[in-house]
């Protein structure tokens, strides 16, 4: 109901290179699910200030609500601070889960300006993602909710339907003491869903590691259903993928969904792209680009290095977001990264020779010390991924990214000349071989490579 902030950032980028690794194990064996919150309070919220800003919403359109995020930040102010607007909201809520064709409208309304900001940010970091939001799964809750009666699993508690688990205290509440749905009841609906529809051996949900308890109490919960093995390892499964916070430079503090103030992602990417592309200009053979490639060239490494910032770092842990680090040439960035990629490529079109020929007849030689050790880490990726992937872990595969590029610059490209040199030819190919994996891990990171400098 909001535009995308730098705090949806890690659930984005950490869910797409997952999903890549995952689909380089085995492509078309895995969907890309978007579960977005389209129902409940908030809702509620932007449908009642909607129908007081505009008493007759038929006639709005896209331009009048204007900025999203200030319709949110608006509105929001509202329900916090009258209280009769909030109980209003509170019955625009009961009135949209409830069919009210009105109501739905005006939701439809908000959705489809929201889809609209999201889809612009996923277009730019190359996100491929399937929406099933939670709307699509309010109608199964009812039906969710009557097989777990059945099985004797849910019980009253202070006027509340509730579900107790193993090892935990506080129950799962299932249906509220007025009546109303949660997150945990379209949670319970949506697995339901995924494991007796859609039929689907693994589920992994990537969300902030706030949210462990919650999947953990929900898997408990099929468990005790018998919806799920006991054997947590034992298909099909459920996997929570956590992450630590986005943390703001200024004071450490977590930037939060529902702030008054916070950095929308669409601003920050165009600022990731402003400063590359001042960077870009002021080289010395800025004149000999065309304006095309400029902006390509701005956007790859511009948000290349906000992926990257977040990806490098062990997804457990928080980090503090900075545009000058994450845009900085030297160290492990994704600059860098980028930088010795576009290296090799110059290094390669400077001799003028075809590598696809090359293949056909050359040979690998690594006399040197620097060629070997080169050579021995290419060999490394496979082990290196096959980890990476085991563990659900991107931060292992950007460290050995990171370890080929500096091998490259500062040992092989440092001490073994290429083009010109006796091993011209050798060396070619082993430059190629470096391109080819570092394009692997580029991929899988969702990094857009760049082929010149």
């Known amino acids: 109901a909001k535009e995308m902030h730098v705090g949806h950032l890690r659930s984005t980028i950490i869910g797409d290179t997952l999903a890549r690794m995952l689909e380089f194990c085995q492509p078309e064996c895995l969907i890309r699910r978007n579960h977005i919150g389209d129902w409940g309070t908030q809702f509620g919220m932007l449908i ?3 129908f007081e800003k505009y008493p007759n919403p038929d006639v709005v359109n896209e331009s009048d609500i204007g900025d999203l995020q200030a319709f949110y930040k608006a509105s929001k102010l509202k329900f916090d601070s009258d209280p009769d607007f909030k109980l209003n909201a509170q019955q625009s809520v009961v009135k949209l889960q409830g069919g009210d064709p009105k109501y739905l409208k005006a939701w439809k309304q908000i959705c489809d300006i929201s889809r609209t900001e999201f889809n612009k940010v996923y277009q730019r970091l190359g996100i491929r993602l399937e929406e ?18 059945k099985l004797g699993l849910i019980e009253d508690s202070d006027g509340a339907r509730v579900i107790f688990v193993e090892g935990v205290d506080i129950p799962l509440i299932a249906v509220k003491r007025d009546g109303g749905y949660n997150y945990f009841s379209t949670d319970l609906a949506s697995l339901w869903y995924r494991l007796n529809v859609e039929k689907l051996d693994w589920n992994i949900y ?38 630590g916070l986005v943390l703001s430079e200024e004071d450490g503090k977590r930037f939060r969904s529902r702030a008054a103030e916070t950095v929308r992602l669409v601003d920050l990417l165009d600022e990731a ?44 842990t928080n980090y503090t977001f900075s545009f000058d680090q994450m845009l900085n040439d030297k160290g492990n960035t994704a600059v860098y990264l980028l930088y010795a990629h576009a290296r090799m490529c110059s290094i390669i079109r400077k001799s003028g020779k075809d590598v696809e020929e090359l293949k056909k007849t050359g040979t690998v030689v690594l006399d040197h010390e620097d060629e070997r050790t080169l050579g021995l880490h290419l060999l490394q990726f496979t082990e290196v991924f096959v980890e990476s992937c085991s563990n659900l872990l991107p931060n292992v595969l950007c460290e050995y990214l990171y370890n080929l590029s500096e091998i490259f610059t500062k040992k092989f490209y440092s001490s073994c000349q290429v083009v010109g040199s006796p091993e011209e030819t050798s060396r070619l190919l082993l430059c190629e071989a470096t391109l080819v994996v570092m394009r692997h891990c580029f991929y899988l990171l969702g990094i857009e490579p760049v082929y010149k400098l």
């Open 48 to 50: 009642a200030y909607l």
């Open 132 to 149: 099933m939001p939670e709307s699509f799964f309010n109608p199964l809750i009812p039906p969710t909710l009557e097989k777990l009666e």
């Open 206 to 243: 990537v969300t902030d590691v706030g949210q462990w308890q919650h999947f953990d109490m929900l898997f408990k919960a099929f468990r005790r259903a018998g919806w799920l093995p006991k054997d947590e390892n034992e298909y099909p499964k459920c996997t929570h993928i956590g992450f």
């Open 273 to 316: 792209k402003r400063r590359c592309k001042v960077a870009l200009l002021e080289r010395d053979n800025a004149k000999d680009w065309s304006e095309e490639e400029i902006e390509k060239t701005s956007e790859a490494i511009g948000y290349g290095a906000v992926k990257y910032a977040d990806l490098k770092i062990n997804r457990t």
